[in-house]
């Protein structure tokens, strides 16, 4: 199950980064920070009717976020806030047709959940069966002949 929040623009701030310090060069940058109004929906319907009630708001100083829990939910808007990935789209995105489907958002969430394993080495061990030994093979010596890119 999907669940969808909405959040609205609360404050654009400036922030200033020194990029080398002999050089004294400063770039501007302007951070979004985004707060939650409404709760926890689980209905697209909900959604729409909800987006429709805040058809005042320019679309682009609302955000529609998507997660499967509640607390993975939190995790996308401190996500957002830090200016990193999110499952999240602009109002505008979501009422043109731009959707997230489960699959995406629970792909997004194991990648950047930190009990993944993604700094473990691989191991490389052949596999026991005759067959995927040969296909293994195969592949090994097109990789060598320069069919396969690496």
Not at 112 to 117: K, N, P, T, V
Request: glycine share 2%; proline share 3%.
């Amino acid at each position: 199950m999907i669940y969808y929040r909405v959040a609205f623009c609360v404050e654009q701030a400036t922030v200033e980064n020194i990029e080398h310090i002999q050089s004294h060069s400063q770039t501007t940058t302007q951070q979004v920070l985004w707060k939650w109004r409404s709760t926890l929906l689980t209905s697209p319907h909900a959604l729409f009717t909800l987006l429709r009630a805040y058809s005042y708001i320019p679309k682009d100083n609302i955000r529609v976020f998507f997660a499967s829990s509640e607390a993975e939910m939190d995790d996308m808007l401190a996500r957002q806030n830090a200016g990193q990935i999110s499952s999240s789209v602009s109002a505008d995105q979501f009422l043109s047709g731009k959707r997230i489907n489960t699959m995406d958002v629970k792909r997004l969430e194991f990648e950047l959940s930190m009990e993944a394993d993604h700094d473990e080495p691989y191991t490389f061990a052949l596999p026991h069966s005759i067959a995927e030994r040969m296909a293994w093979t195969n592949l090994l010596q097109k990789r060598q002949r320069g069919e396969l890119e690496s």
